[in-house]
């Protein structure tokens, strides 16, 4: 059974982000205490894992990203 985008990116956020906590997928990427560095390094995983280019806005939040990917997937 395939994992859903939400689950698979919860585990890339577990694997390359040190959050210390659940990750909250309304807040801001900046201010879920993400660096900039990491937030760039994290975008090219998450465009090599699903094989897609994501643009900036739909890295804004998590709930963007998820909703993003989930209409590229198919």
Known sequence: MQMSC???LRE????????G???????ETGQAGVSSLDAV???KILEKEF???IPPECFST???LVEFID????
């Open 71 to 74: 209409s590229k997937a198919g």
């Open 62 to 64: 998590l709930r963007k």
């Open 41 to 43: 390094a994290f975008k």
């Open 6 to 8: 939400e689950a698979r």
């Open 12 to 19: 890339l956020i577990d694997e390359h982000l040190d959050l």
């Open 51 to 53: 094989g897609i280019t």
């Open 21 to 27: 906590r659940e990750p909250s997928w309304d807040t």
